[in-house]
């Protein structure tokens, strides 16, 4: 069963919206760095240090940063430097659509899990990015390959959280392993509300919805778990 992270439970900022988070970081330029992102909170009085860097993509969230800040740990999701070269402006677009709203509310009507939001990061102006609870685990796709999860023990979970997913009405869109996490406990959950959208009308008929879900999950899993 899904549920909140147990650090959550009692937590009144769980599931706050971004405009109540309770940290403000004023960047002065985007994309920027996790080093320029840990200057400038330095330079407002925050004790921060770098745990580990976690990834580097073309997504708007491309730079992501294990951080401790005032002894809590947190992941900082801000610009990345390598936007697509055809879509420039494609995270600014993304930022005034609401996008990281959005992805908050749609992991918690989705799985019921939502990461704290801790500050919201801002540069000329906009919002640029976020610092979310560190949830602990490890990404599906590396907990298979290293042996900490079976392939086959993987793909049931995937599996799980699918039909947990549809059954709240919701869908898988644009995911990828890394966006499924295996926590210590065992448990897979989805860490990214950006890969979820609500069903249409249309979808939620469809008989065939929730297979279609499933081989989405199967082909998703496929590289990392094998035919």
């Given at each position: ?66 951080i ?17 070269e055809?879509?420039p ?5 993304f ?32 919002t ?39 059954d ?30 609500p ?29």
């Open positions: 069963m899904l549920s909140y992270d147990p650090k959550l439970e009692g937590d009144p900022l769980a599931g706050q919206s971004i405009s109540q988070v309770r940290l403000r970081i004023e960047m002065e330029r985007s994309p920027a760095t996790v080093e320029e992102l840990i200057a400038a909170m330095q330079a407002q009085g925050h004790d921060v240090e770098l745990i580990s860097m976690k990834a580097a993509g073309v997504r708007p969230f491309g730079v992501l940063g294990h401790r800040v005032d002894g809590r740990e947190c992941i900082s999701k801000i610009a990345g430097e390598h936007l697509p055809d879509h402006d494609y995270f600014e677009a930022i005034r659509q609401g996008a990281i709203e959005q992805e908050y509310e749609g992991l918690k009507a989705a799985t019921g899990l939502t990461p704290q939001l801790i500050g919201e990061i801002v540069a000329e102006g906009q640029v990015g976020v610092l979310r609870q560190f949830i602990e685990g490890t990404p599906l796709a590396d907990a298979i390959k290293s042996g900490q999860i079976e392939p086959a023990e993987a793909l049931r979970k995937a599996l799980e959280l699918a039909q947990e997913i549809n709240r009405k919701y869908r898988l869109w644009d995911c990828e392993p890394n966006n499924l996490w295996l926590k210590p406990n065992g448990e897979v959950i989805l860490i990214e509300g950006q890969c979820l959208v069903y249409t009308d249309k979808e939620r008929n469809n008989p065939r919805q929730l297979e279609d879900q499933k081989n989405f999950v199967k082909e998703m899993l496929e590289p990392v778990i094998g035919s």
